[in-house]
Antibody, heavy 120, light 107 residues
Framework: EVQLLESGGVLIQPGGSLRLSCAAS????????MSWVRQAPGKGLDWVST????????YYADSVKGRFTISRDNSKNTLFLQMNSLRAEDTAVYYC?????????????WGQGTLVTVSS | DIQMTQSPSSLSASVGDRVTITCRAS??????LNWYQQKPGKAPKLLIY???SLQSGVPSRFSGSGSGTDFTLTISSLQPEDFAAYYC?????????FGPGTKVDIK
């Protein structure tokens, strides 16, 4: 059974830094691209970033480029999101999501999400 | 970036109704269009991929169509468990984008 378990969400002040983790199990983690998708309270889904299979390629939404860094440790089946210079508008539930197939940028499994609140 | 729009933003329907949701892309995305269902407090669930392919385990009352810039999600006979939000997502570009969502609630 595929499982994705996010952690690291907290209440943090504007300008702060935070690292989210997503522990994966039930599939060959190193064979699939992985993404972070967020959802602000009461709002829609917002793609944040994608890490390729080897993390040799990473893609970011314009809203987080230069502030967030996605990475992965295939030996530990874990995806990360380093978030710097946090802003109030980064407040959201952050989901990690597994891509369905190599080269397919659709998400067939999602974690339960971790809440990041940026507020003074 | 490719912008996605959806209409309507919300709708009220009854059990048994046929429901259609529209999604439009700001440029042609061929058939690289996926649909998700999200219930309150839960993670999204993939329903349709590649515009018209039904994800494994999804009831056949859900169907998708379209290509290029215009797409539709149809629920042929709305069931109580279908009251939820629905999002389209383009996977044509590596810079992925979602539509703003359509909330389906009970009339």
């Amino acid at each position: 059974e595929v499982q994705l378990l996010e952690s690291g969400g907290v209440l943090i002040q504007p300008g702060g830094s935070l690292r989210l983790s997503c522990a994966a199990s039930g599939f060959t983690f190193s064979s699939y691209a992985m993404s972070w998708v967020r959802q602000a309270p009461g709002k829609g889904l917002d793609w944040v970033s994608t890490a390729s299979v080897s993390a040799g390629s990473a893609y970011y939404a314009d809203s987080v480029k230069g502030r967030f860094t996605i990475s992965r440790d295939n030996s530990k089946n874990t995806l990360f999101l380093q978030m710097n210079s946090l802003r109030a508008e980064d407040t959201a539930v952050y989901y990690c999501a597994k891509h369905a197939l190599v080269g397919a940028h659709r998400f067939d499994y999602w974690g339960q999400g971790t809440l990041v609140t940026v507020s003074s | 970036d490719i912008q996605m729009t959806q209409s309507p933003s919300s709708l009220s329907a009854s059990v048994g109704d046929r429901v259609t949701i529209t999604c439009r892309a700001s440029q042609s995305i061929s058939s690289y269009l996926n649909w998700y269902q999200q219930k309150p407090g839960k993670a999204p669930k993939l329903l349709i991929y590649a515009a018209s392919s039904l994800q494994s385990g999804v009831p056949s009352r859900f169907s998708g169509s379209g290509s290029g810039t215009d797409f539709t999600l149809t629920i042929s006979s709305l069931q109580p468990e279908d009251f939820a939000a629905y999002y389209c997502q383009q996977s044509y570009s590596t810079l992925l984008t979602f539509g703003p969502g359509t909330k389906v609630d009970i009339k």
